[in-house]
C-alpha cells in the first residue's frame, strides 16, 4: 500500500521467515556457525534458545538454505504439540520420504515408525543426502515421551557418525526441560541462545532491512529513520525484540504514508504506537 510513496520495491518489516531479510548481527552469526557446523560436521544435536520474536525461526530457515538443499532431506516440525509419539514420528517420516504411510492401525504404532524411519534414513544417506530434523517451539513439549523419543532417535547411528542431525529451538525455558533430562542433555554438545538486539544494532538492522526492500539503496526520505532520537524510540517500545520492530516500523511507514509526511521523526514513532494501541 505505502511501498511506492516511499520509493520502495518491497515492504521491508514485514514478519514472515524470509531467509534474504535475516539481519546478521555477532550473535546470529555465531549461532548460524555453530548449528551448521552440528550438521555439517555430524554432531548429532544441537539447540538454539532465545526470547519470542529474536529471529530462530528465520535462522533455520538460513541454516537449510546454507547446506543446500540438493545435499539434504529436511522434516520441519512447526508445532510439536502432538497427543503421542508415533505423531511425531509419524510427520518425520513423511518429511523425510514423502509417501503415503501404511493404513493398519498397528503399523503406525511407535515401534514399526521407528523401524521405518531407520530405514528411510539409511536410504537418504545411500542417495547422497543428509537428514535433518528441526523441532521449532520445542519449549511448549509438556509431554516427556516427546523429548524421549527425539533422544532415541539419536540412536540411529552407524559406527562412525549419525544418521541424522537434531535442531532443538524454543524460548528459554526449554533450557530448564532439557536440563532436567540428562540422557537427552548430554547428547547436545552445543547450545546457542539469541537475546534481543542491543540498542546500537537497531540502527543496522532498520538499513539493512531498508536496503533489501530496495535493491540496496535507502531512500531518501527514509534515511533518518535510523537516526539516534527515532532509533531510541523505537528500541524503548520493542526492547530489541526484532518482532516488536517490525511489527512497530511497518504502522510506522503506513502512518506517515496517511498523512503524507516526508520524513520520519521520532515523534511520528510515538504517535504511531498511541494510534494503533501497540503495547
Excluded at 538454505?65 to 540438493?70: H, K, M, S
Excluded at 521407528?114 to 547422497?128: A, Q, S
Excluded at 532509533?231 to 517500545?237: A, G, M, R, S
Amino acid at each position: 500500500m505505502y511501498e511506492q510513496y516511499w520509493n520502495l520495491k518491497e515492504k521491508p518489516f514485514q514478519n514472515t521467515p524470509d531467509p534474504r531479510f535475516l539481519f546478521m548481527s555477532h550473535q546470529h552469526e555465531d549461532s548460524l556457525m555453530k548449528l551448521t557446523y552440528v550438521v555439517a560436521q555430524n554432531l548429532g544435536c544441537g539447540m538454539l534458545t532465545g526470547v519470542f520474536g529474536c529471529g530462530k525461526t528465520l535462522l533455520a530457515r538460513v541454516i537449510l538454505r546454507e547446506l543446500g538443499q540438493d545435499k539434504f532431506r529436511a522434516a520441519y516440525i512447526h508445532n510439536p504439540l502432538v497427543s503421542e509419539p508415533a505423531e511425531l514420528l509419524r510427520t518425520i517420516v513423511r518429511s523425510l520420504s514423502p509417501q503415503s504411510l501404511p493404513e493398519k492401525k498397528t503399523e503406525l504404532m511407535v515401534d514399526p515408525m521407528l523401524e521405518k524411519l531407520h530405514t528411510i534414513l539409511l536410504e537418504n544417506i545411500r542417495d547422497g543426502k543428509d537428514n535433518i530434523v528441526i523441532v521449532d517451539e520445542a519449549h511448549t513439549i509438556e509431554d516427556m515421551r516427546i523429548f524421549e523419543q527425539l533422544r532415541l532417535i539419536l540412536n540411529f547411528q552407524h559406527d562412525d557418525r549419525f544418521l541424522l542431525a537434531l535442531i532443538l529451538m524454543g524460548q528459554p525455558e526449554l533450557r530448564d526441560k532439557i536440563d532436567a533430562l540428562k540422557p537427552l542433555s548430554q547428547r547436545i554438545p552445543i547450545r546457542c541462545h539469541l537475546d534481543p538486539l542491543k540498542e546500537d544494532e537497531v540502527a543496522a538492522y532498520l538499513e539493512h532491512r531498508l536496503k533489501l526492500a530496495n535493491e540496496g539503496a535507502v531512500p531518501a526520505q527514509l534515511t533518518n529513520i535510523y537516526q539516534k532520537d527515532v532509533v531510541k524510540t523505537i528500541y524503548n517500545f520493542s526492547g530489541g525484540i526484532p518482532r516488536k520492530i517490525n511489527t512497530l516500523c511497518d504502522l510506522v511507514l503506513l502512518s506517515g504514508f496517511a498523512k503524507k509526511v516526508s520524513l520520519i521523526d521520532a515523534g511520528l514513532v510515538a504517535s504511531a504506537i498511541k494510534e494503533f494501541n501497540l503495547t
